[in-house]
């Protein structure tokens, strides 16, 4: 059973950088999918970054591609979105989640894929 908290979200202006950070309890070591992903109001939850289990695979949204990166720390078990040049279309709520296995799937961004989930936390992005 995994446990994901996130934190780090808040309010910028359009151009600044934010990182969010995403503790996973429970991790195993025989690894696991770790993603971000997104909603915004009326909006269909959408994934942002992907990352393997054994880190050897990364994968992004084309919105996003170039200005984040998702990283992680194994030894806090701590999976990591840089956000840079944010933009007012990336106010959302960000959800980091895993999976069971240890590969994200052909499609990484199916979030109905996804058995675990944290909270959430908000981003809000002004011009």
């Known amino acids: 059973q995994l446990q994901l908290v996130e934190s780090g979200g808040g309010s910028v202006q359009a151009g600044e950088s934010l990182k969010l950070s995403c503790v996973v309890s429970?991790?195993?070591?025989?690894?696991?999918?770790v993603a971000w992903f997104r909603q915004a109001p009326g909006k269909e939850r959408e994934g942002v970054a992907a990352?393997?289990?054994?880190?050897?695979?990364?994968d992004y949204g084309a919105s996003v591609k170039g200005r984040f990166a998702i990283s992680r720390d194994r030894a806090t078990k701590t999976w990591y979105l840089q956000m840079n040049d944010l933009k007012t279309e990336d106010t959302a709520i960000y959800y980091c989640a895993a999976r069971a296995s240890v590969w994200c799937g052909t499609v990484w961004s199916a979030h109905a894929k996804y058995e675990y989930w944290g909270q959430g936390t908000q981003v809000t992005v002004s011009s």
């Open positions: 429970g991790y195993t070591d025989s690894g696991h999918c």
């Open positions: 990352m393997s289990g054994g880190g050897g695979r990364i």
